[in-house]
């Protein structure tokens, strides 16, 4: 059976951050990486379960997937969450998969609508990448159900990596 590591960037999630995490139940390890948050998203993300650690002056934010325990790695942003569908194809695909495959897109909902598929589950130990989320790359096959994003008025904007 298949382990899925999800990794999420936050800066002063605090408010939303567990809405997220609710919805990680297919995953078997949550690691967070805090970028200099000055309210209380790493206590909300230990609550969780999660693993916290400090983001690093000047590291890619794809870099921290070597952090990770699993090599199935599931980028999300702390103003998402998973659809019950998204959570039943996670545990359906983790009893069945097939590594013959770098990665995973996504279906996206935004505002009620949904945009097109982004790559959101990754093999780390065949994909790297650069920033918070990977970049589309050909045509991967897309699982059932989408990822909710929030517009969250108070959304905290991150800093940028050095």
Known sequence: MASISALI???????????TLETLRPCDEILIVDHASNDQTARVARQYG???IRAVAGVQNGAYATDCKHDWVLCLLPI???TEALEASLFEWK????????????????????SSPELRLVNRSKMNWQ???????????TLQGDVLQFDDAEEPAMPASK
Request: net charge negative; with cysteine.
């Open 9 to 19: 960037h936050t800066f002063n999630d605090e408010r939303q951050l567990g809405r």
């Open 50 to 52: 999660a693993k916290v």
């Open 80 to 82: 998402e969450s998973l």
């Open 95 to 114: 009893s069945a998969r097939s590594d013959d495959v770098a990665g995973f897109a996504l279906g996206i909902r935004r505002n009620g609508e949904t």
């Open 131 to 141: 920033g918070i989320t990977p970049e589309m790359c050909g045509e991967p096959p």
